[in-house]
């Protein structure tokens, strides 16, 4: 087995280990939970933003295919 791997998988389990033992106080839940709220809103937003990128060059492409073909068409 490779000696990287099994120090990765000793990692996550530390790392684990270590979110459990931090969990277990109220506290730290709660801000816990406050950040993957935050987390998700933030992924969502940009999810959004991505999408409106996504249909104007999607609408830039399709009006320089529509003058392409114009410019195409008057030069025959």
Same mark, same amino acid.
């Given at each position: 087995?490779?000696?990287? $791997?099994?120090? =990765?998988?000793?990692?996550? #389990? &530390?790392?684990?280990?270590? #979110?459990?033992? =931090?969990? +277990? @106080?109220?506290?730290?839940?709660? +801000? &816990? %939970? %406050? =950040?993957?709220?935050?987390?998700? %809103?933030?992924? @969502?937003?940009? =999810?959004?933003?991505? /999408?409106?990128? %996504?249909? @104007?060059? +999607? @609408?830039?492409?399709?009006? #320089? $295919? ?5 410019? /195409?068409?008057?030069?025959?």
């Amino acid at each position: 087995m490779n000696i990287y $791997r099994v120090g =990765l998988f000793f990692a996550g #389990a &530390a790392v684990g280990a270590g #979110a459990v033992y =931090l969990l +277990q @106080d109220e506290r730290v839940r709660e +801000q &816990a %939970k %406050k =950040l993957v709220e935050n987390g998700i %809103k933030f992924y @969502d937003g940009a =999810l959004g933003g991505i /999408e409106t990128v %996504k249909e @104007d060059v +999607q @609408d830039m492409v399709a009006e #320089a $295919r529509s003058s392409s073909e114009v410019i /195409e068409e008057s030069v025959e």
